[in-house]
């Protein structure tokens, strides 16, 4: 990378005793902003640091000076010096004196969107998020020069404070080839974005800083008419811009959907959810977090789909070292609890490979049985190992060289689609018995359906669907944990254990309070060691409704029935033998 600065002009405009200590001092070429307020002592301000350049605090005198050398403040109370990319920034009292100056360096720095210049190349609209002193106007002002240099396009920058290409009638150098428009106020920042293109024929515009509905609107309405945008937002992450009323048209909108009765099923969630409005301004959008650490989301629509359906985006992490290597990871968040960062060796994942089980052959064959002590112990680990070789995939992989597999050869985890069971219980289930099964919303994706069976009979449509897609349906009596719990268990061709261990009975509770661990471990030790062994029925202690529902289910499981008698507060549980 390349760095030009002309440091020495804003050094300049500061008082002299403070020109000296900057002058000579060791950090010189870090600074990023110098602090000037009435009656407090001189601050300047590094990278990882502050400290104060005097004892002296700094006078009315010394700041009126400094704005005689800077000039006009604009509207939005910045200034610049001519032909740099310097910013000074004004606090005034409630009079409109000026008393105190913030002086930021603006640096031109050459390769800084290394990380990035693949998406560049696209033609897509791009987003810059992060916090303030991240680098964003850096990024985008090397963006607008590789645009229209390299890639020979008719850049426009649309440039509020003169912060992009400087202060004065001449652009700095750094932007290269590119134009730039001024705006005469920052209300009107909109208007100057239509006029840019409905003037000046351009294929690319570049906006700093859009904060406004109108502008937000001003982006869409350029964005419609096929011109790329470059821009930046405030803001540090997606999730930021779809909280925000003002922005949130920047990444499609959002707004409330009232489902039918069988979407809600089909979807697993309540009548009314929120959905995208309409497809998003940026196609592309960069979380910038650190200088050298950006996130990267190729699909902004897909982003903001997945965070309104409730589920975490895997995006790209795009680091570079010092040498100027990039490297490329992917967060991952498949399955709750269970996520990490995957590194790519290319510049994108490698394709998910296609299904060969079930849905290709409509078949179902019983796996080679698997004691159930090696699955408790084997489960995590192998599960994990699994699924780093999937987004690790390359064509010499071999299914065959995997320790198990699922019914007719397909690798594991298996993609259940439920229909009209609970998702928070199947989680549960999953969770806590580390099944290799992972939930999709997708029939398409999914390796079979779970589903309610009085729901079954009533949907021809989704047995047809099933059919013509060759995925089978396992239909459970209720969605209650054991019928669950039993039914995945039957999918993954697992013998149900003959005693519930301390793993299972937390599927059975609800806040795991002592009374409720106390009363599910009475009566597992009562099924366990009385009615199975003897045949003979028990009566359990008086217990509150809920916690006998946990018993009820408890018992459930076990294949075997019982019911509540007795009043309250002596109503209680009896188990009956089989």
Same mark, same amino acid.
């Given at each position: 990378?390349?760095?030009?600065?002309?440091?020495?002009?804003?050094?300049?405009?500061?008082?002299?005793?403070?020109?000296?200590?900057?002058?000579?001092?060791?950090?010189?070429?870090?600074? *990023?902003?110098?602090?000037?307020?009435?009656?407090?002592?001189?601050?300047?301000?590094?990278?990882?640091?502050?400290?104060?350049?005097?004892?002296?605090?700094?006078?009315?005198?010394?700041?009126?000076?400094?704005?005689?050398?800077?000039?006009?403040?604009?509207?939005?109370?910045?200034?610049?010096?001519?032909?740099?990319?310097?910013?000074?920034?004004?606090?005034r009292?409630?009079?409109?004196?000026?008393?105190?100056?913030?002086?930021?360096?603006?640096?031109?720095?050459?390769?800084?969107?290394?990380? =990035?210049?693949?998406?560049? #190349?696209?033609?897509?609209?791009?987003?810059?998020?992060?916090?303030?002193?991240?680098?964003?106007?850096?990024?985008?002002?090397?963006?607008?020069?590789?645009?229209?240099?390299?890639? @020979?396009?008719?850049? *426009?920058?649309?440039?509020?404070?003169?912060?992009i290409?400087?202060?004065?009638?001449?652009?700095?150098?750094?932007?290269?080839?590119?134009?730039?428009?001024?705006?005469?106020?920052?209300?009107?920042?909109?208007?100057v974005?239509? /006029?840019?293109?409905?003037?000046?024929?351009?294929?690319?515009?570049?906006?700093?800083?859009?904060?406004?509905?109108? #502008?937000?609107?001003a982006?869409?309405?350029?964005?419609?008419?096929?011109?790329?945008?470059?821009?930046?937002?405030?803001?540090?992450?997606?999730?930021?811009?779809?909280?925000?009323?003002?922005?949130?048209?920047?990444?499609?909108?959002?707004?409330?959907?009232?489902?039918g009765?069988?979407?809600?099923?089909?979807?697993?969630?309540?009548?009314?959810?929120?959905?995208?409005?309409?497809?998003?301004?940026?196609?592309?959008?960069?979380?910038?977090? /650190?200088?050298?650490?950006?996130?990267?989301?190729?699909?902004?629509?897909?982003?903001?789909?997945?965070?309104?359906?409730? @589920?975490?985006?895997?995006?790209?992490t795009?680091?570079?070292?010092?040498?100027?290597?990039?490297?490329?990871?992917?967060?991952?968040?498949?399955v709750?609890?269970?996520?990490?960062?995957?590194?790519?060796?290319?510049?994108?994942?490698?394709?998910?490979?296609?299904?060969?089980?079930?849905?290709?052959?409509?078949?179902?064959?019983?796996?080679?049985?698997l004691?159930?002590? @090696?699955?408790?112990?084997?489960?995590?680990?192998?599960?994990?190992?699994?699924?780093?070789?999937?987004?690790?995939?390359? #064509?010499?992989?071999?299914?065959?060289?995997?320790?198990?597999?699922?019914?007719?050869? /397909?690798?594991?985890?298996?993609?259940?689609?439920?229909?009209?069971?609970?998702?928070?219980?199947?989680?549960?289930?999953?969770?806590?018995?580390?099944?290799?099964?992972?939930?999709?919303k997708?029939?398409?994706?999914?390796?079979?359906?779970? !589903?309610?069976?009085?729901?079954?009979?009533?949907?021809?449509?989704?047995r047809?669907? !099933?059919?013509?897609?060759?995925?089978?349906?396992?239909? =459970?009596?209720?969605?209650?944990?054991?019928?669950?719990?039993?039914?995945?268990?039957?999918?993954?061709?697992? /013998?149900?254990?003959?005693?519930?261990?301390?793993?299972?009975?937390?599927?059975?509770?609800?806040?795991?309070?002592?009374?409720?661990?106390?009363a599910?471990?009475?009566?597992?030790l009562?099924? #366990?060691?009385?009615?199975?062994?003897?045949?003979?029925?028990?009566?359990?202690?008086?217990?509150?409704?809920?916690v006998?529902?946990?018993?009820?289910?408890?018992?459930?499981?076990?294949?075997?029935?019982?019911?509540?008698?007795?009043?309250?507060?002596?109503?209680?549980?009896?188990?009956?033998?089989?």
């Amino acid at each position: 990378m390349t760095i030009k600065e002309d440091l020495q002009k804003l050094l300049d405009i500061l008082p002299q005793d403070l020109q000296k200590v900057l002058e000579s001092h060791p950090q010189r070429d870090n600074l *990023v902003e110098v602090v000037l307020d009435l009656g407090r002592c001189p601050e300047a301000r590094f990278p990882n640091q502050a400290e104060y350049l005097s004892e002296t605090p700094v006078t009315q005198a010394q700041i009126d000076d400094c704005i005689q050398r800077v000039g006009i403040f604009s509207g939005d109370n910045r200034a610049g010096i001519e032909l740099t990319l310097h910013r000074i920034s004004a606090i005034r009292n409630r009079s409109g004196k000026i008393i105190g100056l913030t002086c930021r360096v603006g640096r031109a720095i050459f390769g800084t969107i290394g990380m =990035i210049r693949d998406l560049v #190349e696209t033609g897509k609209s791009i987003l810059m998020l992060g916090r303030p002193g991240v680098g964003k106007t850096t990024a985008l002002r090397e963006i607008a020069r590789v645009l229209a240099d390299d890639l @020979r396009k008719r850049v *426009v920058i649309i440039d509020t404070s003169n912060e992009i290409a400087g202060d004065g009638d001449v652009p700095h150098p750094a932007i290269g080839r590119a134009r730039r428009m001024q705006v005469a106020q920052p209300e009107l920042q909109h208007q100057v974005m239509i /006029e840019a293109v409905e003037n000046h024929m351009p294929e690319v515009i570049v906006i700093d800083e859009i904060g406004t509905e109108l #502008e937000a609107l001003a982006a869409r309405t350029i964005a419609e008419r096929g011109v790329q945008l470059v821009g930046t937002a405030h803001g540090n992450q997606i999730a930021n811009l779809i909280k925000n009323p003002t922005l949130s048209d920047l990444v499609g909108g959002i707004q409330a959907v009232t489902l039918g009765d069988d979407e809600a099923r089909r979807r697993g969630s309540q009548k009314t959810v929120l959905e995208r409005k309409a497809p998003p301004t940026f196609e592309i959008a960069v979380e910038m977090l /650190e200088r050298q650490r950006w996130v990267i989301h190729e699909s902004v629509a897909d982003t903001v789909d997945t965070l309104l359906r409730g @589920r975490q985006p895997s995006p790209q992490t795009r680091t570079v070292d010092d040498q100027g290597k990039v490297s490329i990871t992917r967060q991952l968040s498949l399955v709750k609890g269970l996520g990490g960062e995957f590194p790519s060796t290319e510049e994108s994942l490698p394709p998910v490979r296609p299904t060969n089980g079930w849905r290709s052959s409509g078949q179902m064959v019983a796996l080679p049985p698997l004691s159930l002590e @090696r699955e408790r112990v084997s489960a995590p680990t192998e599960f994990d190992r699994l699924l780093d070789e999937s987004f690790n995939y390359s #064509e010499s992989f071999d299914v065959k060289t995997s320790r198990y597999t699922g019914p007719n050869g /397909e690798d594991l985890p298996l993609h259940i689609y439920p229909y009209g069971v609970s998702r928070h219980q199947l989680e549960q289930v999953i969770g806590v018995l580390n099944l290799p099964v992972i939930l999709t919303k997708d029939i398409d994706t999914s390796d079979a359906v779970l !589903a309610l069976r009085s729901h079954v009979k009533n949907q021809a449509k989704l047995r047809q669907m !099933a059919k013509a897609r060759h995925v089978p349906i396992h239909m =459970i009596k209720a969605s209650t944990i054991p019928q669950i719990t039993r039914g995945l268990r039957r999918l993954l061709n697992m /013998e149900d254990p003959e005693m519930t261990d301390e793993l299972e009975l937390q599927l059975f509770l609800h806040s795991g309070t002592d009374d409720e661990v106390d009363a599910l471990e009475e009566a597992r030790l009562a099924v #366990e060691q009385i009615v199975i062994p003897k045949g003979q029925p028990v009566e359990l202690l008086p217990r509150s409704s809920k916690v006998r529902k946990m018993q009820h289910e408890l018992v459930e499981h076990y294949r075997l029935k019982s019911d509540s008698f007795g009043e309250e507060p002596n109503r209680r549980l009896r188990i009956y033998p089989a």
